[in-house]
């Protein structure tokens, strides 16, 4: 099963580790890792992250309360038990048999089989043997110690998106005002986590493989507001009308309310539309793909994902017939990243709109959040994302077709030309 973008898991947060990340965020997903330790049919969770533009209590709270930082039990304690989750059985395993060399070898091998080194390449696979030999030639004697060893283990690899997770650093939602979040995508449960300014939301989280499972409730202080400001203003010439839409980032109302605007728009006259994505910093993936969709014809590749495990390689297409047809604009400076920049190329590349301003800041990579078997985890970065036609955006960004805006004479001609090239 897809777990990138398109799972339908379980959500767990990672409070905590927000401000250990860079200002344009990772895309993160989570599941447990197919080790020799494990079952094959470990479940598979979904993290959401503050950085990763999702949701977290860092942006739905003004101010946190103090039980919203919440402890799994002590790994040094000796009545810890660990669980595993096998076609709903569980079953406890008592704490020594997860022994500190076992989970460093878990976190090595979790490298081994799905990290993708999309920046210095500084791995290997012969580099990466010997690194685990030359870490297991000596015993590990505490649990601490073998966290600190998987942490310089991590920071070898010279990406800094990929880290190490104390348990203490995430909890797993099971419900949202007592909803299952079981099958719902990352799009579906921040929906369900936004609402009015003072509202409550309650929401039931279980802490580690076999913590106790609470209920929260928690008042709403900072509300989710419409990322989308639009206006009509005339052409020069003024015999037709442009469609000017502001999209300052990807959050759950933006396809909603994108929707809105452009409907509008266009009944009103838009003869042509400009998307102004300028330091939109991206937010929610999925929101920015089902943006995206809205301007492109049913078959049209949105963005491919790639990387070295199969799970992690796929085609997005939109769906259904495009909202507007009309020539478009889209404007973007070196403050345009991540989701941002899969809008932009998507409409670029399927020869939709032209791309007016600067060059974009590139990132396009995915991460994803391994559970460890002592209840700590690993976010590694397994994939990246690919252009339409083939372009790799992390690290090089997207040059545009036009320094400033153009004549939308010119802007026709472009993406007339565009199509021939296509269809030839």
């Not at 003024?238 to 000017?244: D, Q, R, T």
């Not at 709109?353 to 002592?374: M, N, P, Y």
């Not at 036609?389 to 565009?418: Q, Y």
Request: glycine share 8%; proline share 6%; with cysteine.
């Amino acid at each position: 099963m897809m777990v990138a973008l398109f799972c339908s898991c379980s959500l767990k947060l990672g409070v905590a580790t927000a401000r250990q990340l860079p200002s344009y965020p990772p895309i993160i997903s989570s599941y447990k890792h197919n080790s020799p330790q494990r079952s094959p049919e470990w479940h598979q969770t979904l993290a959401f992250h503050a950085l990763a533009g999702t949701l977290s209590f860092g942006l739905l709270l003004a101010s946190p309360p103090p039980s919203l930082s919440l402890q799994s039990p002590s790994l040094q304690s000796p009545t810890t038990q660990f669980c595993l989750e096998d076609e709903g059985v569980v079953e406890e395993v008592a704490p020594e048999s997860v022994t500190n060399e076992g989970i460093v070898e878990e976190a090595w091998e979790i490298v081994n089989d799905s990290f993708l080194d999309a920046g210095r390449h500084r791995w290997s696979p012969d580099m990466w043997l010997q690194k685990r030999e030359d870490i297991l030639s000596s015993s590990i004697p505490t649990r601490s110690k073998a966290h600190d060893v998987i942490r310089r283990m991590l920071a070898s690899l010279g990406d800094p998106y990929t880290r190490f997770l104390s348990p203490s650093e995430g909890d797993e939602v099971l419900s949202v005002n007592g909803v299952e979040i079981k099958g719902k995508s990352a799009f579906e449960v921040s929906s369900l986590l936004q609402g009015p300014k003072e509202t409550f939301v309650t929401i039931e989280v279980k802490h580690g493989n076999c913590g106790p499972v609470q209920s929260f409730k928690v008042q709403r202080q900072i509300t989710a507001r419409t990322p989308v400001f639009y206006r009509l203003e005339p052409v020069e010439n003024g015999a037709a009308s442009v469609g000017y839409i502001r999209l300052k980032e990807f959050n759950a109302l933006a396809r909603k309310d994108l929707v809105i605007a452009m409907k509008h728009l266009q009944d009103s006259g838009a003869s042509y539309f400009v998307l102004d994505l300028r330091d939109n910093l991206g937010g929610l993936v999925q929101a920015g793909i089902e943006a995206a969709k809205l301007f492109l014809n049913e078959g049209d590749t949105v963005t491919y994902t790639v990387g070295r495990d199969p799970q992690f390689q796929r085609t997005i297409v939109a769906e259904n017939a495009p909202l507007v047809t009309a020539p478009a604009i889209v404007l973007v400076n070196n403050r345009t990243a991540s989701a941002s920049e899969i809008v932009a190329t998507a409409l670029h590349d399927n020869c939709r709109a032209v791309l007016v301003g600067d060059r974009t800041f590139g990132k396009g990579l995915i991460q994803s959040v391994f559970e460890l078997h002592d209840g700590s985890g690993v976010v590694v970065t397994v994939g990246k994302y690919v252009t339409p036609n083939h372009m790799d955006i992390n690290g090089n960004g997207v040059e545009p077709d036009f320094p400033r805006i153009p004549a939308w004479s010119a802007v026709t001609k472009h993406l007339s030309d565009c199509n021939m090239q296509r269809k030839g």
